[in-house]
């Protein structure tokens, strides 16, 4: 007994399972403890961007520099941009299937949108199309790392580690001085992770708290199409990818099930971030993989985020019965993609990234964002843990097509039978 409650994921599902009763017995002192869990997440975040810096830089020289660092790189724009595309195909086909705003009838002057001023500044500020792309790089390195943002973090990562690697014998000490910082910042992170369970019962307590059990009731088919349609994604998408990759998606969802509850209890990614890259390495995938996917996926491969996004964006046309042709919704798709690459690292993204969506679009109006807020919570996560799982999966995929992974590792990790031998 001892030994399970040592376990992370085991202290983690107490931590949720109390937080929520006294969220519901206590709301108001639920509500007061809100910054456990945002001082938490607050760690996580100060360690992540030089993490993903030093894995990306030490993932390119292990993997042999630039020329496997532009080869893993675009095989894994490849996937996840694959992968997103058919994610938003699926969210389209399962909100237009079970219509869940169909009945409500709605018109913009029916919506308090004054909820929305704070995320519409922010949407804002991030600017167009344009600005997009300037924002990709920094004004300096220091403020890539300052204000987190993953994008910059990742693009300046990748030159440093391109041109680390022109470098030759001139950067082996460098090298050997990112492995030494490496090491210091896994430090860091064993000893956040002693106090995620606090993290989560903060979380927790706070969600139910302020929101209640019942809040989920209010919108019930929304969060059954997002749900229904991100099981689906993980079930026939990512365990396609599993099975061609000759491993058990549910053995793996078991393997990572404490970074699992540990994304829903704070519904933030980057919480699993450390954890995941060390779980992933010790399961067989080489640190070069980890290091170039990794980092990368928590950029592009937000396939959660665009699922719940076209269902919410569909759901509030149907709120108001505007009617969308095919041609519109694959403009919204469109959209859509672009959007959720713009928002990585922002805070509140997936929200900024629906009204963003909808003032691009234009044909929905952006008040009906207001519907969605209510149950946003709820909503984020599934999109969080999506994401997650599904940049774990890629991992695996890419190691797999790279030649480099150790399926005996893997397999023993797992609790999978070793691979048929093929000698007669």
């Not at 993290?199 to 199409?225: C, R």
């Not at 969802?253 to 404490?258: A, D």
């Not at 592009?300 to 046309?317: D, K, P, R």
């Not at 044909?363 to 519907?371: D, K």
Request: net charge positive.
């Amino acid at each position: 007994m001892r030994k399970i409650f040592r376990q992370i994921y085991v202290q983690v599902l107490i931590a949720i399972v109390a937080g929520a009763l006294l969220g519901h017995y206590f709301p108001h002192f639920g509500q007061s403890v809100a910054p456990l869990s945002t001082a938490f997440i607050k760690l996580v975040k100060m360690v992540t961007a030089p993490l993903i810096f030093v894995t990306i830089v030490l993932g390119a020289k292990e993997m042999g520099g630039a020329g496997a660092l532009g080869r893993i790189g675009g095989r894994s724009i490849i996937l996840f941009e694959l992968t997103t595309t058919i994610a938003l195909l699926m969210g389209l086909w399962a909100v237009n299937y079970i219509q869940p705003g169909a009945s409500l009838n709605l018109t913009p002057a029916s919506i308090d949108a004054s909820v929305l001023s704070g995320y519409e500044r922010s949407m804002h500020a991030s600017g167009g199309i344009t600005e997009f792309f300037l924002n990709i790089i920094p004004d300096s390195a220091v403020s890539a790392f300052a204000h987190s943002d993953m994008l910059q973090v990742v693009l300046f990562s990748t030159l440093f580690a391109i041109g680390l690697s022109h470098a030759g014998k001139a950067g082996e000490p460098a090298y050997k001085f990112f492995e030494a910082i490496s090491h210091a910042l896994f430090g860091i992170v064993r000893i956040v992770m002693r106090v995620a369970p606090i993290g989560a019962f903060g979380a927790m307590a706070y969600a139910v708290g302020k929101f209640g059990f019942a809040t989920m009731n209010s919108l019930m088919m929304l969060l059954v199409t997002v749900y229904v349609a991100t099981l689906a994604y993980i079930v026939l998408v990512l365990g396609g990818i599993c099975l061609m990759c000759d491993v058990s998606l549910w053995r793996l969802l078991k393997y990572i099930r404490g970074e699992i509850l540990l994304v829903i209890a704070t519904v933030s990614s980057e919480a699993a971030f450390p954890q995941l890259v060390k779980k992933l390495e010790a399961l067989g995938c080489p640190t070069g993989v980890v290091g170039i996917v990794m980092p990368m996926g928590y950029t592009f491969n937000l396939a959660g985020t665009c699922v719940a996004q076209v269902i919410c964006a569909v759901f509030i046309a149907q709120a108001f019965g505007i009617q969308l042709s095919v041609a519109e919704q694959a403009v919204l798709v469109g959209i859509s993609m672009l959007t959720s690459k713009g928002m990585a690292g922002v805070a509140g993204a997936s929200f900024i990234c629906l009204l963003a969506t909808l003032a691009a679009f234009k044909h929905i109006p952006i008040e009906g964002a207001a519907l969605v807020l209510g149950v946003d919570r709820f909503i984020a996560e599934v999109r969080a843990t999506t994401n997650m799982i599904g940049n774990a999966v890629a991992t695996v995929a890419v190691a797999h097509w790279e030649r480099q992974r150790d399926d005996v590792c893997m397999r023993e990790t797992l609790g999978m039978r070793p691979k048929a031998s093929n000698a007669a």
